[in-house]
């Protein structure tokens, strides 16, 4: 293995990330309604609530997906939302977003892998696309990732020749070829047959332990039970309450918390 690829292996430092009063809207529609949110480094966060409640649109703010209208977002202190400055909207630059959202891992509920190239490509294109590392190197990379999640033997195939578990633990491998400081996760098992949910969720449990950031949305509350250091539930585009599962998952204080793990429990 060559120097440059083991430096891509090697251990990043986990994100912090920050949301300070963020609010997203569409027309009258207020999606994200004051948001703040400050996960440490290493933390596990669980997001639960209701569809349409704006948990993937929290995630997508922090992504660079969407752009608040107000409040800002920060990685590791770096500011990568938009602020106001008096009246004044502050904008990224579209490079400057380009780094910062390198830095952050994606994973989504349809996989979104590229049907037209092998699984070793998928893993190893933005590496190269970023100019992070040659095309043989990204290779090395990306058949690492692969082992990592239990692919080692399907390098060459195509996504379409894969079941959903196996494509969605290609999505996470692709993830972190990237060395992302935190990882987003939308619904990763939603889009599974029940029995392949296991097999994805092993390899998330794999990442938690390993002391990268993570972001989770989920309904599989037994998984957050497990994992998570917080869960935060979430509705109508607020924070409703959040703590360590044993309190929002247990013990929740609020009617509207209890309803909706009554529904999904
Ligand atoms: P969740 O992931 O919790 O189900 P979302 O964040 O996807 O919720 O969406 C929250 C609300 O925002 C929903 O009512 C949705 O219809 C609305 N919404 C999301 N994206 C857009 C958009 N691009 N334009 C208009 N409304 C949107
Ligand atoms: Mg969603």
């Not at 690829?5 to 569409?26: F, P, S």
């Not at 309604?33 to 948990?55: C, M, Q, Y």
């Not at 409040?71 to 400055?85: K, Y």
Request: charged fraction near 25%; proline fraction near 5%; aromatic fraction near 4%.
């Amino acid at each position: 293995m060559t120097a440059k690829t083991r430096e891509a292996l090697a251990d990043v430092d986990a994100a912090t990330v920050e949301l300070h009063d963020v609010h997203k809207w569409y027309g009258t529609h207020r999606v994200l309604d004051g948001v703040d949110l400050a996960v440490r480094p290493g933390e596990v966060t669980v997001i639960l609530g209701p569809s349409g409640s704006g948990k993937s649109t929290l995630l997508r703010v922090i992504n660079h997906l969407e752009k608040p209208e107000i409040g800002h977002v920060s990685i590791n202190g770096e500011l990568i939302g938009v602020r106001r400055q008096g009246d004044r909207l502050k904008e990224l630059s579209e490079r400057s977003i380009l780094i910062q959202r390198s830095r952050i891992g994606f994973v989504f509920q349809n996989f979104n892998l590229f049907p037209h190239l092998t699984i070793v490509d998928n893993v190893a294109a933005a590496p190269v696309a970023t100019g992070k590392l040659g095309k043989p190197e990204a290779l090395e990379l990306a058949r690492e990732l692969l082992g990592r999640v239990g692919l080692a033997d399907k390098t060459g195939a195509y996504p379409r020749q894969l079941s959903g578990g196996q494509q969605q633990r290609v999505a996470i491998a692709r993830a972190l070829a990237l060395r992302p400081g935190v990882i987003l996760f939308d619904e990763p098992t939603s889009a599974l047959d029940p029995e392949l949910v296991g097999e994805v969720l092993a390899v998330i449990r794999d990442l938690a332990t390993s002391g990268t950031t993570l972001l989770i949305v989920t309904h599989e509350i037994g998984f957050a039970r497990e994992i998570a250091d917080r869960v935060v539930f979430i509705d109508g585009g607020k924070i409703i309450e959040q703590g360590p599962p044993s309190a929002v998952l247990d013990k929740p204080r609020y009617e509207r918390t209890k309803d909706f793990l009554s529904k999904v429990l």
